[in-house]
């Protein structure tokens, strides 16, 4: 028997029927695209670890996922490693490195999807010891930091054999509203804010410098790992005075 049905519905085919496919593989790499931008722009971006101040809770050449909703969004906590633009005087100048074309707009493509960090020697990762109004000095009796004269222990701190405090250096200071003061995990070879007092900034980081909070490392994978902020070495850590 044959079919007398009208075929009204044509499948394009050739030379069309690629055209179509292409157009829409187009289409799917832009709003990809389009999608990552704004995840990096406003929710998640990349870094990589140029240092190792942060040893060993992070090795040099880890690579970083950070949550951009901190601090606009979600408040900074006390133990929140995080990462932040130069306040000034903090990194030396860097010589701009001169790319490739072809390796530029790689790196910049990457970076839009978060899978490069090409400006990450233009900021620094720290860990939140004090937050505005909080009164941080070093060291009591056994070696600890205090924070509003809580002593911490502090069990992410990497010293070296025979340390028998947790900072070479003394200090006192109560950190002014808006600003941080910070400090690496590696506390015997970490420029942070003990050692910054002499910049523009006295050593504090202004909260609005703070691009996010850092939350998981992404490579190499044998580091994989979430980043913790020690609830329980500031759990006990009370409000400044004059604030509730």
């Not at 980081?205 to 609830?231: K, M, Q």
């Amino acid at each position: 028997m044959t079919d007398t049905t009208p075929n009204t519905v044509r499948r394009p085919r050739g030379k069309r029927g690629v055209l179509l496919f292409l157009r829409d593989l187009l289409i799917i790499f832009v709003i990809a695209l389009l999608v990552s931008f704004l995840i990096k722009t406003f929710l998640v971006r990349s870094f990589y670890i140029p240092s190792g101040s942060m040893e060993n809770t992070l090795q040099i050449k880890d690579r970083i996922l950070v949550n951009e909703l901190v601090p606009n969004v979600v408040p900074l906590s006390r133990g929140d490693v995080v990462v932040f633009r130069d306040p000034g005087g903090w990194l030396p100048t860097q010589p701009k490195v001169e790319q490739a074309p072809a390796a530029a707009a790689v790196e910049w493509v990457l970076s839009i999807f978060g899978l490069a960090a090409p400006d990450s020697d233009d900021h620094l990762i720290k860990r939140v010891i004090g937050l505005p109004g909080d009164h941080v000095a070093c060291c009591n009796a056994l070696g600890q930091m205090t924070v509003n004269d809580v002593p911490l222990d502090e069990p992410y701190v990497k010293l070296p054999p025979g340390a028998e405090k947790v900072s070479a250096d003394p200090f006192d200071i109560v950190v002014p509203e808006g600003s941080l003061w910070v400090m690496g995990d590696n506390r015997y070879n970490s420029k942070d804010s003990r050692y910054n007092g002499s910049t523009p900034g006295k050593g504090f980081v202004p909260i609005e410098n703070v691009v996010g909070r850092a939350f998981v490392i992404t490579w190499p994978s044998s580091n994989w790992g979430w980043l913790d902020n020690y609830p329980n070495t500031f759990g006990g850590v009370p409000d400044p005075k004059g604030k509730q």
